[in-house]
C-alpha cells in the first residue's frame, strides 16, 4: 500500500506563492505517476498536474499554464506542488494522489489519495 501525507496550505494574498509537499510512503517502488487535484466547495474534483515517477515527465491543465509547477524528489518519495500567480478562484481542497498501474488524468487513474489541504486565495 502507499500512505500520502500533504503539506503547505494555507492563507495567502492574490499574487502570492505558496508551495504544497506530498510524502508517500509504502509501495513506492510500484509507484508510476503522482499528481495533484483540486476541489472547490459544491464543484467537482478536477485534475491539476501530474509527473511520471520515472521520467519526470508532467502534464497539466490550461489555467495552471505559467503558473503552477510540479516537481519531485525520489530519494525522499515526495512530490511538490509550486503555485505562484494565484488566484482567488484557486481556493481549494488539493488532494495529493499516486497511481501504480496507469498514468493519466481521471480520477480513476489514480490508486493512492491523500487527506488533503486547505488553499485559500484572498482578494
Known amino acids: 500500500q502507499v500512505q500520502l501525507v500533504e503539506s503547505g496550505g494555507g492563507l495567502v494574498q492574490a499574487g502570492g506563492s505558496l508551495k504544497l509537499s506530498c510524502a508517500a510512503s509504502?509501495?513506492?517502488?510500484?509507484?508510476?505517476?503522482m499528481g495533484w487535484f483540486r476541489q472547490a466547495p459544491g464543484m467537482d474534483r478536477e485534475f491539476v498536474l501530474g509527473i511520471d515517477w520515472s521520467s519526470g515527465i508532467t502534464s497539466y491543465v490550461d489555467f495552471v499554464k505559467g503558473r503552477f509547477t510540479i516537481s519531485r524528489d525520489n530519494a525522499k518519495n515526495t512530490v511538490y506542488l509550486q503555485m505562484n500567480s494565484l488566484k482567488p478562484e484557486d481556493t481549494a481542497v488539493y488532494y495529493c494522489a499516486a497511481g501504480l498501474f496507469r498514468v493519466g488524468r481521471a480520477q480513476n487513474d489514480y490508486d493512492y489519495w491523500g487527506q488533503g489541504t486547505q488553499v485559500t486565495v484572498s482578494s
Open positions: 509504502g509501495r513506492t517502488s510500484s509507484m508510476l505517476v
